[in-house]
């Protein structure tokens, strides 16, 4: 059985979670990180010397931190062929998408749209820098927007790791209270990820013990 350690408000817990959920794996799930505390006890640190969530050990395995790591050793390890595809050209193709998203999405998103916006106090937010930051992550949404046009996920017609990747930002995004561009075709997938009950279930997950009143 698979052995989580992360609160379920951590975005990256979030994103391992979903894929646990959607490949149907057994787990615990221990929270830790925040509020929680565990990530600077000896025992953690012994798994983990970052002190960062997540953490996940596969039965008695070594355990694995760096969430893109993990991601892609339950995708190889658990995962079909249309999820994580066994040749290698097709596989870097849906690997290429998932590091974009990491990247372009994740990064731009929750550290000058997400803490701006939420984890910092309103009296001083700077919703200036929120709407430029929003500006500059609707143009790499752009690329998504044109390649939804294409195909129904993000690396083709049907679900693989690189949605995980891609998809567990986007409650966050249209759930805070900020100024969207407009991009039907996202709105489209992401009301199509609403319906998957792992997503339901893992990622729209409250973070209010994360805003800062």
Not at 33 to 54: Q, R
Not at 144 to 170: K, N, P, V, W, Y
Not at 175 to 203: K, M, S
Request: charge should be negative.
């Amino acid at each position: 059985m698979l052995t989580v350690w992360g609160r379920k408000s951590s975005s990256n817990v979030q994103a391992l979670m979903w894929c646990i959920g959607e490949l149907g794996l057994a787990y615990e799930r221990i929270d830790a990180g925040f509020k929680y505390g565990v990530t600077d006890t000896p025992e953690f640190l012994a798994m983990n010397p970052n002190g960062t969530v997540p953490i996940l050990r596969d039965g008695d395995d070594e355990p694995l931190w760096e969430t893109g790591a993990i991601l892609r050793y339950l995708a190889t390890q658990y995962g079909d062929d249309t999820f994580w595809s066994k040749d290698v050209r097709h596989r870097a193709q849906i690997d290429k998408w998932a590091e974009w998203a990491k990247i372009n999405i994740a990064m731009n998103f929750t550290g000058p749209v997400f803490w701006r916006a939420v984890r910092t106090a309103p009296a001083l937010r700077d919703e200036k820098a929120i709407n430029a930051a929003v500006t500059a992550l609707g143009a790499k949404l752009d690329i998504a927007e044109s390649q939804l046009g294409r195909h129904r996920f993000l690396a083709g017609d049907s679900m693989t790791l690189a949605d995980i990747q891609f998809g567990h930002i986007l409650y966050r995004y249209f759930d805070i209270d900020i100024q969207r561009p407009a991009h039907p075709r996202l709105e489209r997938y992401y009301q199509n990820l609403t319906e998957r009950p792992a997503f339901q279930e893992h990622v729209m997950v409250s973070y209010e013990e994360l805003r800062v009143l």
